[in-house]
């Protein structure tokens, strides 16, 4: 069984800049979500998306954008970077979605510096 | 208010020893469900232990076991019999079962762990 990957492991960019980070969802998981890691704190939810349409948004602005593929990968792009993007983006992916105990799988995460 | 709270932003413990991580956590739901992950250095978040806000008896999973006080809105992970490659980041994390933004987790700061031989 596959886990969840992500890439590229490590991505330098300056600000104003695009990028967009990759993840494969685990073998059989159709939900997959974004959350952000700033350095020293938790993770916090970007979003989610269920069978290629989002369901689900926290409290990040529209520069955050995503896409879900036919294959449940995704992609998490960021336009006009800024300095406070530098983080760990980590991808997590679920085998369904809406239930309370519905354990996450995450990847090892993409580390971002903006400079 | 900050929903989950862990209070330990450090803490040492003897290898062979048990340990408990603090945990705090703040909802006005009835249903909700509790987590705790790890995160060793390598960045990945690896699920350790779960329990329900209905379930009476608490969590173990070998080594790992919650604390679960509903009353005190605390879930407290224990780890029994610690070994050095417990070392890494404890994260305590909430999913809430009214309004929830399909299955987010709402994470705590989380506690670092280092184990001593």
């Known amino acids: 069984e596959t886990g969840v990957t992500q890439s590229p492991t490590h991505l330098i960019k300056t600000r104003g800049q695009q990028v967009t980070l990759r993840c494969s969802s685990q073998?059989?998981?159709?939900?997959v979500s974004w959350y952000q890691q700033a350095l020293g704190q938790g993770p916090q939810f970007i979003f989610q998306?269920?069978?290629?349409?989002?369901?689900g948004r926290g409290n990040f602005p529209p520069r955050f954008s995503g896409l879900q593929f036919p294959n449940y990968s995704s992609e998490l792009n960021v336009n006009a970077l800024e300095l406070d993007d530098s983080a760990l983006y980590l991808c997590a992916s679920s085998l369904k979605t809406g239930t309370i105990n519905e354990k996450l799988f995450f990847g090892s995460g993409t580390q971002l510096s903006v400079l | 208010a900050q929903k989950i709270t862990q209070t330990q932003p450090g803490m040492f413990v003897q290898e062979k020893e048990a340990v408990t991580l603090d945990c705090t956590y703040d909802?006005?739901?009835?249903?909700?469900?509790l987590f705790w992950y790890k995160q060793p250095s390598s960045g990945e978040m690896i699920f350790l232990i779960y329990q329900g806000s209905y379930d009476e008896q608490n969590a173990t999973e070998g080594r790992y076991s919650l604390n679960f006080q509903k009353a005190r809105k605390s879930a407290n992970l224990v780890i029994s019999a610690s070994q050095l490659g417990d070392s890494a980041m404890y994260f305590c994390a909430m999913r809430e079962g009214r309004g929830n933004a399909g299955n987010m987790l709402t994470f705590g700061g989380g506690t670092r762990l280092m184990v001593k031989p």
């Open positions: 073998s059989g998981h159709n939900t």
């Open positions: 998306y269920y069978r290629e349409e989002e369901n």
């Open positions: 909802t006005s739901d009835q249903s909700y469900g």
